[in-house]
């Protein structure tokens, strides 16, 4: 079984509220596992630098930051980019056998339909559900 983790944009944007997301799941898991960011979730947080809200500024504006301060524990992918971000995201986990890891329930349903296993997290960063599928 991969070990790999698929960041949705969602989780990132709990980087600032003080969540190290990172440390977080490795203190949960029983490995230290492959982080993945996908381009489409990148795209969305550059594009939220530029949004009219300032909240949502400051949230992607840490984000990028943390990321780049831990630049060597995770890759980035860029694979069905023509899609729209969470179809993208999704193919990507279903093409790689990817976690993926979000607080989006209607991107949680779609990955269950696809048989994509999927891992959300409580307000605290803590992993509240990881969902194996068969």
């Known amino acids: 079984m ?3 983790i ?3 944009t969602n989780i990132l944007l709990y980087i600032y ?4 997301i990172f440390n977080e799941i490795i203190n949960v898991l029983d490995y230290k596992p492959l982080f993945v960011i996908h381009k489409a979730s990148l795209n969305e947080l550059n594009t939220m630098l530029n ?10 504006r840490v984000a990028l930051e943390y990321l780049s301060r831990f630049k060597q524990l995770w890759i980035e ?5 023509t899609y729209p971000p969470d179809d993208a995201i999704l193919l990507t986990c279903k093409k790689y056998d990817y976690i ?6 209607e991107l949680k349903q779609k ?5 994509v296993r999927v891992a959300s997290i409580n307000e ?11």
């Open 51 to 60: 949004g009219k809200s300032t909240k949502m500024r400051n949230k992607a």
């Open 111 to 115: 990955a269950k339909r696809l048989g």
């Open 124 to 134: 605290k960063g803590k992993i509240i559900r990881l969902v194996f599928t068969i």
């Open 77 to 81: 992918k860029d694979d069905f980019m």
């Open 100 to 105: 993926l890891l979000t607080n989006d329930e």
């Open 17 to 20: 509220d003080g969540i190290d």
């Open 6 to 8: 698929l960041l949705d």
């Open 2 to 4: 991969n070990k790999e």
